[in-house]
């Protein structure tokens, strides 16, 4: 850490001290572009943050750096202790227990009327088939004591109405990419009207500015290409893991139509920044602070995929660290490859 460094976090922890939080936070910001891994830096961060959450972040940062860091598991305990009441949580009604086995009570009354009422439709049942079934026709004797039987005229014949044979309903083609050899693409029969984070369905188009060049671009851009829209933090171990492998297999298929577009979830963009300079990433790295996009697609874990092939169709969704050849074998099933 240089003498300037050493002045900006110096200048804001002043700034904390007399309360200035709006003023230290920037300083704070510029100082850990440098110092990532400044225990002492994401310390003053999370008091500087007005933020719950982003507090949260700040303190498991220092204890990921510095797993004995006392103050910062008690602070931890107590932030994630009032989230919910930040977050206008109400705790759910406990019902007193007398009135709880008064319900259960009344419950198990309801279930006996109910099933002594079906154990009398079952008996009544039983009797009319037995009945129907013991019934032989009226009977007379003539004058030799002979019984004959008396055939009773028909009652009613019912007449045949036509039935009308179901018509078909035609199924549903599969869009195919204009000016793109139809060889080349999977062909997804899906509905068009079928949009939403779900295997088989068209995935949720979305904008996103891109980290590197801040430019915004939108998954629908990259139709007729196999997309993987990867979702990470840079706090995420098990995406880590993954980073290497996800960026040897974008290199070998970048060439034949395959697109990254990996969501940075929840973070200030200069991490992210800093992350991709680190590990050498060429994919495309997108910005989602806001957290909108990981909503859209119903985000609880990382890292997630949704591979979506050239015709916009998800074709798998795995949650958790893949591997290589993971990666490679559903890479090659949605370009077509052998």
């Known amino acids: 850490m240089n003498s300037t460094d050493n002045e900006l976090l110096l200048k804001a922890e002043q700034l904390l001290r007399e309360g200035k939080k709006q003023q230290a936070a920037p300083l704070l910001e510029e100082y850990l572009r440098g110092n990532i891994n ?12 007005s933020d719950v959450e982003e507090q949260i972040e700040c303190v498991e940062r220092v204890l990921k750096l510095k797993p004995t860091h006392t103050s910062a598991h008690a602070r931890l305990e107590k932030l994630k202790s009032a989230l919910p009441a930040s977050l206008g949580e109400t705790p759910a009604r406990v019902n007193p227990p007398r009135k709880k086995k008064q319900s259960q009570t009344l419950q198990f009354a309801v279930l006996a009327v109910m099933g002594c009422f079906a154990l009398g439709l079952i008996g009544f049942a039983g009797v009319m088939i037995v009945r129907g079934a013991t019934i032989r026709p009226a009977q007379v004797l003539v004058n030799d004591g002979t019984p004959i039987g008396i055939s009773l005229p028909p009652t009613w014949t019912p007449t045949p109405t036509a039935t009308l044979l179901p018509t078909s309903t035609p199924l549903p083609t599969a869009t195919v990419v204009a000016g793109l050899p139809t060889q080349d693409l999977l062909q997804t029969v899906v509905a068009q009207a079928k949009v939403g ?31 993987l829209v990867f979702f990470w933090t840079t706090w995420c171990p098990y995406c880590e893991r993954e980073v290497p492998s996800l960026q040897n297999v974008y290199k070998v298929y970048e060439d034949e139509g395959f697109v990254v577009m990996g969501i940075n979830v929840g973070e200030k963009s200069f991490l992210a920044r800093d992350y991709i300079g680190t590990h050498r990433l060429t994919f495309p790295i997108f910005d989602d602070e806001s957290r909108n996009v990981a909503d859209l697609y119903r985000i ?10 050239p015709n916009g169709v998800i074709t798998q969704i795995t949650v958790g660290e893949m591997d290589y050849w993971g990666l490679d074998t559903q890479v090659k099933g949605d370009l077509g490859l052998p």
């Open 300 to 309: 609880s874990a990382f890292p997630s995929h949704f591979f979506i092939d």
């Open 197 to 227: 984070p779900i295997r088989g369905y068209f995935a949720p188009d979305f904008t996103a500015e891109n980290i590197s060049t801040g430019q915004m671009a939108k998954l629908s851009d990259y139709k007729g290409k196999a997309v």
């Open 38 to 49: 400044s225990t002492r830096g994401w310390w003053a961060l999370s008091f500087a943050m």
